[in-house]
DNA sequence: ACCTGTCAACTGGCATGTCAGTTGACAGGT
DNA sequence: ACCTGTCAACTGACATGCCAGTTGACAGGT
């Protein structure tokens, strides 16, 4: 008789409750799957089982079923027929192309922004560059980290092509996933923090090439700080 | 040389033999539904009935189920709750924003690929170039298309960075199916050549500059294009 | 004519049963 | 010790049944 190892799934009972959202239990059950794997609360290369899930969610496995297809689709789960779905690994070569990616979609959003940002958008921006100051001050690495999350989703917001934000998200959820590895690093917000204003400063003065220049300066900061995780945490990348 | 009539319902049951792929039951579905939504053979407002799709490709809903909550996810096909799914209509704010995209990275792809391109990678890119040609003096419209794609995709390739061609094509979905709709257009392929050339000279000579500039303009002329769409065919835009 | 309440057929969401492919422990041979 | 064939339990893939929400036709009231 088999045993099932119980080493990574101890916290699966942490689970938001599903009533606190809407629409369809595969797309409730799908959301709370992707949260809890963008937040680390899956890690990578935790298995997914449907019936166990299932039965934690306190549903049949059909919604389940659905939700971890979507994920599959997504890349955030790697599933090969009749074995069990693991939460896709870390890989760099993966991580490389998602910053390449960012560094192309952010640059060209503060471009274009430098040109058609207005008072109010820079007024905002601001705000939240002092939020982001008061944070580090507080040493409050979580809400700094969403602060940071934000004055980017603002920037893609600001060009008012909504879709935007959601499609930046949709191809750097390794990237995402690659940062909260990051957060317990102190010395770093106070540089972003810098290079943030940089960027603003540029969109400010509407000038474009500055602003990108600071942009891709500043995304390209990460590139560095990726590089060691593979070194840290073996067990969280592919073949390691 | 045969144009598929894009209007015509009629037709679905031309759907391709499932046994012609791999994968499980709903990866194969789903492929084949991907496809025929990207080549118009279900236009845009098709309701897709689970049941009916299940009947059709000889299985139950249970795999059909799984490859429309894949849709559904890509944005492909809309899905309410209790409420017949239908392809994803059209919508001019979609295909802006997936052209700036298209902008944002193919211009990034194409300033680095000026300054680490190959002499084979350039080979390869003039050998496409010509067989553009050759198609476009045979009247070959489809071909043409598939060629004008292919070197895109190359040019995406040609970066290392594997996972990048199908970012690429995850984030200009409705983009694609749009220029389906123009491919009757004869004017266009010729100065869609000249074009093309003008990005490999740029790539040739390692001048990333032009050739941003010149792919910028490139992508840009699509623009104008797209927008007598609405009118042409209301009906496959959204509120239309 | 128009609005409105009702109802039957349709459709999707979910639960569940069955089956087949995978896995990994273990026994037996080398 | 190591390799290997075997087998039982595990797990996902798919089929199917049931129920609830939606829709649209239609009847009756205004």
Redesign the pocket.
Known sequence: ??V?PVAELSRVDELPDLRSSTG???QRIHHVLHTAILDLTFPPGTP????ELAHRFG?????V?EAIAILAAEGLVE?M?????RVTPLSMAALREETFLRCAIEGAVVERLAKTRTDAQLARLGRNLRLQELLVEDGDTRGFFEADEEFHTMLQEFTGLDRLSGFAAQVTLQLHRARQLLLPEARRPTETIVEHGEVLEGIRRQDAPAAVKAMRFHLGQLVPRLKPLEQTYPHYFREG
């Not at 549903?59 to 919604?63: T, Y």
């Not at 027929?81 to 779905?85: E, R, S």
């Open positions: 008789m088999r099932k369809s239990l595969a997914l089982r449907k019936a549903v049949s496995r059909a919604p079923t599933a027929p009749q074995v069990t779905a």
